[in-house]
């Protein structure tokens, strides 16, 4: 955090001198202009006479240009000022990071670089279409020759079309998608329908006492949700009585802040992404804040190795050399070391529990194997090596 604070001093100083530039600039661009124009009435003035530019106004004209040399050689040294400052900031990220980050890891870790491009262009390209940026995402694909089938493609089309009609506060796409996927998304214990259901009822609310019947009709929706959602149903309703009053000078004026519209493409986001199996935030995102935790961890390792000459410690390609901590955010599944090997386990390495209760992995399962009987390394229990069991978390 020193080397960005320290990086941010300086684009803080760039930005300060490019702002004072700016007022200057327009400052003396603008007594220019003023000192330019009335000399420029005077000698329309003189035009219109017919009289002969007297000396006055001669010498007058070019002090006129001299002023405008001299204003124009001031801004460009300036400018050029600017461009010194510039230079530090590079010179700053040069001094305080490490320019050559691939070497942070072994070569063998990566795939070959072919690999490695197409998987990069693959997560870029899933950002841009799960951010909208449709017209860049299939630039990319054209450029990069990606060959990406509309599978791929429809789940982010939809998504995104739906998000922009809740953005303008059409409920309609949203709404019809919710009731064709009603079955699934029930098992998800998703209540993104009823949501929808509910802000569509405030918007009639909204309308006045013209829209009362029609709200009530509409309030026949919420009946299949009636058991789940009681209270909310019940507040709702009891907004009616206010309706003649005005809504937003009553108890119930929560029910008209803007704030449920962000909320409602939130909850969809999610509902949709756990549906259609894709995550909330895209890969390349997390990956990113991700690396910028990690990276500063792993260099300080990678200087302590070569300092210590143990470059070959690191050679598995499914784990790190030491472990990291990134925040409850980035919990996405349990994971279990082996106590034993102090290794995470894998699926060519699970875990087994022993008999007795007591969990290692297989690969320190086999290692204590003594005359095909195994005892446990916590208790004296001795046991059979087939009996232990594979767990999976």
Known sequence: MEQCASVEREVDKVLQKFLTYGQHCEQSLEELLHYVGQLRAELASTAIQGTPLSATLSLVMSQCCRKIKDTVQKLASDHKDIHSSVSRVGKAIDRNFDSEICGVV?????????????????????????????????????????????????????????????????????????????????????????????????????GGPEKQLEALSYARHFQPFAHVHQREIQVMMGSLVYLQLGLEKSPYCHLLDNSHWAEICETFTRDACSLLGLSVESPLSVSFASGCVALPVLMNIKAVMEQRQCSGVWSHKDELPIEIELGMKCWYHSVFACPILRQQTSDSNPPIKLICGHVISR???????????????????????????????
């Open 106 to 206: 072994s070569d063998a870790v990566w795939d070959s670089r072919e690999k490695q491009q197409q998987t990069l262009q693959m997560a870029i390209l899933e950002h841009l279409y799960q951010q909208g940026m449709l017209s860049v995402a299939e630039e990319l694909c054209q450029e990069s020759t990606l060959n990406v089938d509309l599978d791929f493609k429809q789940p982010f089309l939809e998504l995104n079309r739906i998000l922009e009609a809740l953005h303008e506060q059409d409920l309609g796409p949203a709404l019809e998608w919710a009731v064709s996927h009603r079955q699934r998304l029930l098992e998800l214990n998703s209540s993104l329908e009823f949501k929808l259901h509910r802000l569509q009822f405030i918007r009639l609310l909204a």
């Open 363 to 393: 690969d320190a399962l086999n290692k204590l194997i003594n005359g095909g009987k195994l005892k446990c390394p916590y208790c004296p229990m001795e046991q059979n090596p087939a009996d232990g069991k594979r767990i999976i978390f």
